[in-house]
């Protein structure tokens, strides 16, 4: 059975009353909706709660859900839409943090030796060059990275959740990537 039907039967179950099936949705999805989350957003705290706030709002919604398009490609376009609502309504109404993020006490913490080599340092010091500058894209060129080539998703889809042409689609990307390849390429790693 493919995922897409598998995914149309638990929506029907769940629509029909059977509201614990929705916890298979959950599972085959939460970790993609989090990393695309993640990497919207720093805080780790409030990446968890949109995420929680993203399935609840799936779950309210599954009734509207026609399958006109596979159910990942619907639930990226809720997800897509909340995080840029989510983005509107914080710089509407900015706070600042009292707290230290993650990044911020990791970075005064003391490296165990014995479990990193030089290789892993590099490697790790590497990856974080290359997410901090993802972030440094702007939000089009970063959000459909993200959708491309970390979470894998078609250009179709990718088109179909952002509601853009597939010729933008291509576009963005093309445009995302060498950017990002640019600003790699001065910090040295390409």
Same mark, same amino acid.
């Given at each position: 059975m493919s995922e897409t039907n598998d995914d149309m039967k638990i929506i029907e179950r769940v629509v =029909?009353? !059977?509201t614990? %099936?929705? &916890? +298979? #949705?959950? !599972?085959r999805y939460k970790d993609q909706v989090f990393r695309y989350v993640r990497a919207k957003f720093d805080n780790i705290d409030e990446v968890m709660d949109i995420t929680q706030d993203i399935f609840m709002m799936t779950f309210e919604s599954l009734g509207t859900f026609r399958g006109d398009a596979k159910f990942s490609t619907w639930l990226f376009s809720i997800t897509a839409n909340y995080c840029k609502n989510y983005r509107k309504k914080m710089n509407r109404a900015r706070t600042i943090s009292i707290e230290k993020s993650e990044?911020? #006490?990791g970075e005064f913490q #003391? %490296?165990?030796e014995r479990e990193n080599t030089e290789k892993a340092v590099i490697d790790r010091e590497s990856l974080r060059i290359v997410k901090e500058e993802l972030y440094c894209l702007p939000e089009d060129y970063r959000e459909i990275l993200i959708l491309r080539d970390i979470e894998g998703i078609s250009y179709n889809e990718i088109a179909s959740i952002l509601g #853009? &042409?597939? &010729? =933008?689609?291509? +576009?963005?990307i093309h445009r995302g990537r060498e950017q990002l390849k640019e600003r790699l390429q001065e910090k040295g790693l390409l």
């Open positions: =029909n009353g !059977e614990e %099936a929705f &916890s +298979v #949705i959950i !599972e990044e911020e #006490i #003391i %490296a165990d #853009i &042409s597939l &010729s =933008n689609v291509k +576009v963005r």
